[in-house]
């Protein structure tokens, strides 16, 4: 079965840039209709979801942060990656990767990563 | 600020039926709803697909429903472990994938 694992720094400073890794097992991130997502978790709060790619490369953000993000993806290294540029205390948050069937379901999930925004 | 809404918190007793509403526009409308289950710590886990598909593994005391621009997840024989966090979302043609802002349900 598809598993999901984010791996990244624990903590960056502000106005720096947020790069995390979602490395898929068990299924390849090129097969089937799918495509991968991020969300976001800010402490105390709700889930936000940040963006998403196809296996094309092909992408769609969160209007609200899509002039501070880039998603991209290697399908060599079952990975795909986010970076967020000039981040504040505002992006302090637990980041998920997903598998997304658009228009539909998000599942699975990787497990999650603390990404605190401090000097 | 999402364009679904759910209420902040619901509660009820062992083995009573509970129920959480996702309303929102046209997002609800022509678009599938799915119904995540978020513990502390523990990533979501996906409840309800296709408005009221269940994964396999769900329990089927959980249902989900839609009707117009609003959805429904219904919990019945509430358990101590259905204590937990839960989210309504749903695509938006404008802003992408759209979440509920969750509701704690609470078993007394």
């Known amino acids: 079965q598809v598993q999901l694992q984010e791996s990244g720094p624990g903590r960056v400073k502000p106005s720096q840039t947020l790069s995390l890794t979602c490395t898929v097992s068990?299924?390849?991130?090129?097969?089937?209709?799918?495509?991968w997502s991020w969300i976001r978790q800010h402490p105390g709060k709700g889930l936000e979801w940040i963006g998403y790619?196809?296996?094309?490369?092909?992408?769609y953000y969160n209007p609200s942060l899509k002039s501070r993000l880039t998603i991209s993806i290697d399908t060599s290294k079952n990975q795909f990656s986010l970076n967020l540029n000039s981040v504040t205390a505002a992006d302090t948050a637990v980041y998920y990767c997903?598998?997304?069937?658009?228009?539909?379901?998000?599942?699975?999930w990787g497990q999650g990563t603390l990404v605190s925004v401090s000097s | 600020q999402s364009v679904l809404s759910q209420p902040p918190s619901a509660s009820g007793a062992p083995g009573q039926r509970v129920t959480i509403s996702c309303s929102g526009s046209?997002?609800?409308?022509?678009?599938?709803v799915s119904w995540y289950q978020k513990l502390p710590g523990a990533a979501p886990k996906l409840l309800i697909y296709?408005?009221?598909q269940r994964p396999s593994g769900v329990p089927d005391r959980f249902s989900g429903s839609k009707s117009g621009t609003s959805a429904s997840l219904a919990i019945s024989g509430l358990r101590s472990e259905d204590e937990a966090d839960y989210y309504c979302?749903?695509?938006?043609?404008?802003?992408?994938?759209?979440f509920g802002g969750g509701t704690k349900l609470t078993v007394l």
């Open positions: 790619i196809s296996s094309s490369g092909s992408t």
């Open positions: 068990g299924g390849s991130i090129s097969s089937g209709d799918y495509y």
């Open positions: 997903a598998r997304d069937l658009h228009n539909d379901y998000l599942d699975p």
């Open positions: 046209s997002s609800i409308g022509t678009n599938y």
């Open positions: 979302a749903a695509w938006d043609d404008s802003l992408g994938r759209q």
């Open positions: 296709k408005n009221d």
